[in-house]
């Protein structure tokens, strides 16, 4: 038999030291890189912290679940984007949204107000070249010790992950989408 199944006997080596913050992304083409982000802030929330969401596709024109429940819980949260490129009528102004997205985003990371912020969806703006990447990657680096933050998106870039503490990458095996199943409130938003 081999060890494939077998459950691990020895503990995992731990680093002696602590991370004042860390920077997670959640990347891949498989579902579930928002959802485990607003997994952690709500880990967050339970520990006192202060927690923003920026997003950079959905428009506050959108009433999804997340943000319910979120703002119930004391979440700042602010959905900046122009909805789905597909769907704009003017991709100057989607373009825009997602600059004028970065800067707030940048302004909330830069002044150390938050323990956690979630830049949903930031890696098709970025990979789009509408936002540097060079500024998000240094924004970032020069984050304030206490703020984390997890970046989502399909395609993260090298210098994103470079940067990061931990980077989860979800894969699709199958999705009720690839047979026509359209996005399901309570499930998908």
Known sequence: MDDKGAPPTERPGLGEERETSLV???TGDGKGKSTAAFGTAMRA???SWKVAVVQFLKSGDWRVGEETIGRRLGIEWFALGDGFTWDSTDMDATEDAARDAWA???TLIESGDFDLIILDEITYPVN???IPVSDVAETIGERPERTNLVLTGRDAL???VDIADTVTE???V???FDRGVKARRGIDF
């Open 45 to 47: 929330v339970a520990r």
């Open 104 to 106: 707030f985003a940048k």
């Open 174 to 176: 199958k999705h009720a």
């Open 24 to 26: 997670l992304i959640n």
């Open 158 to 160: 090298d210098e994103l």
């Open 128 to 130: 789009w070249e509408w």
């Open 170 to 172: 979800m894969r699709n």
